[in-house]
C-alpha cells in the first residue's frame, strides 16, 4: 500500500527570532547542556544505540533516522543541543523549553524534534520531508549562520 505524504503541515510551527543579545545567547547555551535525546521507535528501521522499547518499529508514513544517517544516540543529541545553541527554536514553549527544534545533520538533511518530556528537556526527533516547507528556512538559518 502506497502511502501519500502529508498534504499540509501545522502552521504554528514557527522559528524564533535569531538571538540577538549576549543574553539571549547564553540562555540557548544552557538550555542546549540540559537537553537530552529520547528517541520514538517509529522513526527507527535500525535500532542503534537508543535503548529503546521496542528497540525500532517503523510506522508507515513516519520519516527514519536511518535515512538521515542517524544510528546513534551522541549523533541525535548532539543535533538537538546544537539547534537550540543555534536558537532554531518554535516560538511556542512549554515551561522553559522550546516545543520545537530544528537542526542540519552533516549530510544536510534538516532534522526536527519535539519536546516529549518538559520536566527533563527530553526530545525525540526525525528528518523533516523535503515538501515541508519549513525545511527550506531551517536550512536558510542553517547555513547562514
Known amino acids: 500500500m502506497l502511502v501519500k505524504p502529508r498534504r499540509s503541515f501545522n502552521p504554528k510551527r514557527q522559528l524564533a527570532r535569531p538571538p540577538q543579545s549576549a543574553e539571549e545567547r547564553q540562555h540557548l547555551a544552557e538550555l542546549a547542556a540540559k537537553a537530552r535525546y529520547g528517541g520514538n521507535p517509529e522513526h527507527k528501521s535500525n535500532p542503534g544505540d537508543f535503548g529503546l522499547d521496542p ?8 520519516t527514519l533516522c536511518d535515512g538521515a544517517g542517524i544510528f546513534t544516540r551522541a549523533i541525535a543529541e548532539g543535533l538537538v543541543r546544537e539547534g537550540i545553541r543555534r536558537g532554531l527554536v518554535s516560538q511556542a514553549g512549554r515551561g522553559e523549553w522550546p516545543k520545537n527544534v530544528w537542526a542540519v545533520t552533516a549530510g544536510g538533511v534538516p532534522v526536527e524534534a519535539m519536546l516529549e518530556n518538559r520536566e527533563t528537556g527530553t526530545y525525540h526527533g526525525y528528518p523533516m520531508p523535503d515538501h515541508d516547507p519549513l ?8 547555513t547562514s549562520r
Open 55 to 62: 528497540p525500532s518499529q517503523p510506522r508507515q508514513g513516519k
Open 135 to 142: 525545511s527550506a528556512q531551517v536550512l536558510e538559518r542553517w
